[in-house]
């Protein structure tokens, strides 16, 4: 197949480049600079020049696709909502580019729910509507165009996927840890993350291509839920400091930005994934990865 990938050069976006390149598929990832065309190009796949923001850009490549994967966002903490709308503007105007075709279109999503007291599942239904919620809505509006010629697929990714080189939310804690002098957990750090390796993720993206129902949701979770006490251990252990307890009223001076995210309780079931795709996970869970020096910093 010919697919057309968003965030081809990010963290989880060039490994699933990797893993296409590497089952046979043409890759043809979006590249805002000429860093990542070079990257993208030095893999054997092929570079788009454009932007989510440009959107005629964005239909053009998913017009001579045949299929979309759709991993890029915009972090911007700072303007989350408008980076919503970007989302849901790029999603709208691919999907409307697909519409007919059949083809499939895959996006990344999280695993942020109104579901509490049991891991969320591929049957539960994201609560998010609207350009003002959540990323736009997105998966809600993707999930909307099977009944439109479109092979949708939501892809959940774990709050983490780890291994080597990864600069996310564990990278981040690692650093304010060293900069605090211990590692830190919201209250008794009972709330979980589920987690994922970045291979096993590429993985999965992969097999929904080429396997997931239109209208699925697939979660990319190897760890249903690691207690957050247990993550500030493994980090403390391997920086040699000590793990406190931090109140929840004083996260955010804690934490920063993060600490909104670390005290949320994003455990998740992938039954439904690994039977549907015949998918398993088999690299390292994210304690042996702190613990293997993943998130060792400078200095």
């Known amino acids: 197949m010919r697919v057309f990938v968003t965030g081809a050069s990010g963290w989880i976006g060039s490994a699933v480049t990797d893993e296409l390149l590497a089952d046979g598929h043409e890759v043809v990832g979006l590249a805002r600079t000429d860093e990542a065309a070079a990257a993208l190009e030095a893999k054997g796949a092929l570079a788009h020049r454009g932007g989510l923001d440009d959107l005629d850009s964005l239909s053009s490549a998913a017009a001579t696709a045949d299929g979309v994967i759709h991993l890029a966002f915009k972090h911007d903490f700072s303007d989350f909502a408008g980076a919503g709308r970007s989302e849901r503007a790029a999603v709208q105007r691919m999907l409307d580019t697909l519409k007919g075709s059949g083809r499939p279109f895959l996006l990344a999503s999280g695993l942020a729910s109104g579901v509490t007291g049991r891991p969320l599942t591929e049957h539960d239904a994201s609560p998010h509507h609207g350009a003002d919620s959540m990323r736009g809505g997105s998966e809600n509006l993707a999930l909307s165009y099977a009944e439109h010629g479109v092979r949708p697929v939501a892809l959940r990714f774990s709050p983490t996927v ?135 910093l400078p200095g």
């Open 162 to 296: 780890h291994g080597m080189g990864d600069h996310g939310f564990t990278a981040t804690l690692t650093k304010i840890a060293k900069e605090r002098g211990a590692a830190g957990c919201i209250g008794d750090g009972s709330t979980r993350w589920a987690a994922v390796h970045r291979s096993d993720a590429a993985r999965m993206v992969r097999l929904a291509l080429e396997k997931a129902p239109a209208g699925s949701r697939m979660h990319a979770v190897a760890e249903t839920g690691i207690p957050t006490r247990d993550i500030a251990a493994a980090i403390g252990g391997y920086l040699g400091l000590p793990t406190v307890s931090v109140a929840p009223e004083d996260a955010e001076a804690h934490f920063g930005w993060i600490g909104r995210f670390f005290g949320m309780d994003v455990a998740a079931s992938s039954a439904r994934t690994r039977e549907l795709l015949g998918w398993t996970p088999t690299g390292p869970t994210l304690l042996d990865d702190i613990a293997a020096g993943a998130y060792a």
